[in-house]
Nanobody, 122 residues
Framework: QVQLVESGGGLVQGGGSLRLSCAAS????????MGWYRQAPGKHRKLVAT???????TYADSVKGRFTISRDNAKNTVYLQMNSLNDEDTAVYYC????????????????WGQGTLVTVSS
């Protein structure tokens, strides 16, 4: 079993920065992709950014140039550095991972964290 725990959310003024962290733990064998999604009030959950174990990244157009995703494979941790925040970035941010366990090494599970709230005040 694999768990994801996010941290780093909070209240920030417009134009400010925050850094989110997400640590994976449990019977991890491999994590192929880690990423961040967000869900604003009354809206669907959407992709923010992803990163593979090899460091290949993807970003939503709305965050390109402002957000940076990074990963520490040794710590099974993914980060999201968020700069130039605006009120449209207000959302619950969820960590996601495609991970396999030591029991089922060839089966990748889609794992979600509990979410961390980011509120940007204008």
């Amino acid at each position: 079993q694999v768990q994801l725990v996010e941290s780093g959310g909070g209240l920030v003024q417009g134009g400010g920065s925050l850094r989110l962290s997400c640590a994976a733990s449990g019977s991890i064998y491999s994590i192929a992709v880690m990423g961040w999604y967000r869900q604003a009030p009354g809206k669907h959950r959407k992709l923010v950014a992803t990163i593979t174990s090899g460091g290949i990244t993807t970003y939503a157009d709305s965050v390109k140039g402002r957000f940076t995703i990074s990963r520490d494979n040794a710590k099974n941790t993914v980060y999201l550095q968020m700069n130039s925040l605006n009120d449209e970035d207000t959302a619950v941010y969820y960590c996601n991972a495609a991970a396999s366990t030591t029991t089922f090494r060839d089966r990748y599970l889609n794992i979600w964290g509990q979410g961390t709230l980011v509120t940007v005040s204008s």
